[in-house]
């Protein structure tokens, strides 16, 4: 057997990177520190880690591997517990056969390579890579579950049950107090917008929603729930003995000079309480007309309309569709001294500078109808109401509308023309429907390629056919092959996509004569509006989004 050992150390002192001396005093060092020979090279600084993974690569036929465009399966991850990764630097990369292949900052470390082969029964081939290359690896791939598996060695069933009444102790760090501040702290680095805690029969799930999409994070041990619940609820100050009926808290977090306010939602199941957190930064800048995603035709159309003195401009689509966003970012644009611009919220989700807010609060009686009423009692210019849930708060709005009011608000719609359709239904008379809806923005989100992955494809002729493209003609389409940066899903953010119907004077005339939503869109569409499906493949054509994701979003529509 050939003792690697002394052939590194000839291969160091022949190749001239160290000289004879340096050498010894580095394994010296590192017999008194218990690190290997490379180790102790790299924490001396005696030579910079470029030029020994280029002697390792040359010298050594060790392979080197670039890490921040290399792509790992999660299954493979999952062979190489978190403690292992983190205690010797490595990561596993690939699996053939019986043969794992990881990158390591020493691929000479026997102990790191016995441990890996014991612990995955295979046999270990090493690659090099660098030091910070591995520790962000570790934290991608690893992320929560590496967290929260570390967390977990100092809690055992014993100490969770004693939990509840620890987390009330501002000052004692508890084990279960840096579990959920890690998963809150983790889902706001991945950008999520919103964390789920799910009991199963088995365990906890956690889940983050990134980009409209969810994914699994992490799983803890379900003894933990208990411990978990009442921690959560401790900080959103809801009732820590009620279990059996669904609540709603809040709480707020500091975390590098961010507020992020944190609403939570618990709800009973078989298995336990779900809850649910939505993240919310505080200090994220509020959107621009412009950097919504509008078009050059709507985004003009739609600023000419609202700058009209009077009407209601509605706002559609599903819940996670960007209304609120589109709606503050509506009122920073008309914002100014000479304007009173109030609003009734559920919740108020932004702070916006010159713009009197406030939201619902039902327990004290105060909803949307009887919250505009006393509005309009307060000489308002502009009024966002929230959301039109019921007739009585849609006849309010409307009326507010057709007295000299400019008001904004948002209705669960499918596409624009339906939204007329649906207030005639909901029991508004045509005639006043005609008459204050000034217009209706229908509107999603749609992932946008990831720029660190973005590469050229072909779809095939028949998703071209599909969406009405023709085959033989030329096109650019682009997708993400998926990378580190985008969690290998090959999208990285959301823009909006839009349909903006303006309600002119045939628009009315089908209205007052209960025309169908069809009939509508069919005019709309031949008076040049963009339905929601044109507008996305337009973004596809520029490159920003993909066909499938399109598809995906509008299928419906």
Known sequence: MVDQSKSLRDSLIKSGLLSETQVKEAIDDGRRTGETLIRSILRRGVVDETSLISFLEKEMEIPRVDLSSYLVDQKTVNLVPISIAKKYHLIPLFKVGDVLTVAMVDPFDVLALDEVRSRTKCDVEPMVAAAKDIEQAIGQYYGVAGSVEDILKDIGPVEAMQLPVAVESPTEEAPII??????????????ASDVHIEPTEKNIRVRYRVDGLMHEVSTTPLHLLSAIVTRIKVMAKMDIAESRLPQDGRFELKLDNKAVDVRVSTFPTIYGEVIVMRLLDKTNAIFTLAELGFNESNLQQFDETIKRPYGIILVTGPTGSGKTTTLYA????????????????????????????????????????????????????????????????????????????????????????????????????????????????????????????????APSPELLKKIGL??????????????????????KGRMGIFELLIVDNQVQDLILRKATTNEIKQLAVQHGMKTLRDDGLQKVLEGKTTIDEVLRVTQLD
């Open 470 to 491: 023709d085959p033989l003609q030329k096109y650019e389409f682009f997708q993400g092959k998926g990378c580190k940066t985008c969690h290998s899903t090959g999208y």
């Open 178 to 191: 840096k579990l959920v501040n890690t998963l809150v702290m983790r889902a706001l680095m991945d950008n």
């Open 330 to 457: 509506t009122l920073s644009h008309i914002v100014s001294p000479e304007k009173n611009i109030m609003t009734i919220e559920d919740p108020v989700e932004y702070e916006l500078a010159g713009i009197r807010q406030s939201q619902i609060n039902p327990k004290a009686g105060l909803e949307f109808a009887n919250a505009l009423r006393s509005i309009l009692r307060q000489d308002p210019d502009v009024i966002l109401v929230g959301e039109i849930r019921d007739l009585d708060t849609a006849r309010v709005a409307i009326q507010a509308a057709l007295t000299g009011h400019l008001v904004f608000s948002t209705l669960h719609t499918n596409d624009a023309a339906g939204t007329l359709t649906r207030l005639v239904d909901m029991g508004i008379e045509p005639f006043l429907t005609s008459s204050a809806v000034a217009a209706v923005i229908a509107q999603r989100l749609i992932r946008t390629i990831c720029p660190r992955c973005k590469t050229g494809y």
